[in-house]
């Protein structure tokens, strides 16, 4: 077992192996989220790290093995925390679509109430039969799901089962379907 100073000081004499991975093989990803940068950085390091307590002296370089603790770590980093976190695919309500010709902003809420099925007063009994609703954390289960979470994850996230999430929001269907009515 190394101690600390050990770790520490293969850390410092490899730290320069992160920032060669990052260029080499995450361009794209950083072009695409650069405000993630110092993130992507800071998985590598802790890549680095883990590698400190596996490294054998007698089964080759610290670099070799280093290099695959990092790429982990930065490919876990990238493929899912930032897929659940990072979605530009999720919109709330208020967010502008387009601008009609006198400027104004025509919000996805107003682009729903013109739907012929879908009138301004059903968005409005969902968001209050949300808030009014005494399922248990359905605000948190809601609000998990508009970011991406899956029933599974949001499940981990409250301590509970994947069939209780399903559960809740099944029961809160029901509430909208009954309020809508």
């Not at 080499?24 to 590698?51: C, M, N, T, V």
């Not at 968005?123 to 605000?139: F, G, L, N």
């Amino acid at each position: 077992m190394r101690s600390l100073e050990e770790r520490n000081k293969l850390v410092e004499d490899n730290i320069d192996l992160v920032h060669f991975i990052i260029n080499k093989y995450f361009k794209y990803f950083l072009g695409r989220y650069p405000y993630l940068q110092e993130d992507l950085f800071q998985e590598g390091s802790i890549g680095l790290y883990k590698a400190t307590f596996c490294f054998d002296e007698s089964k080759g370089k610290f670099s070799t093995i280093a290099f695959q603790y990092i790429l982990g770590y930065l490919m876990t980093f990238t493929t899912r925390y930032v897929k659940k976190h990072y979605r530009s695919d999720i919109d709330s309500f208020e967010k502008c679509v387009y601008e009609n010709d006198s400027g104004e902003g025509i919000r996805i809420e107003d682009r729903l109430a013109s739907n012929e099925n879908i009138d301004i007063e059903s968005v409005h009994v969902i968001r209050s039969c949300i808030k009014r609703s005494e399922i248990k954390d359905i605000q948190k289960i809601v609000y998990l799901r508009e970011k991406g979470y899956t029933q599974k994850e949001i499940s981990k996230v409250l301590g509970t089962n994947q069939t209780a999430i399903s559960r809740r929001l099944g029961k809160l269907k029901a509430e909208i379907n009954i309020l809508g009515k």
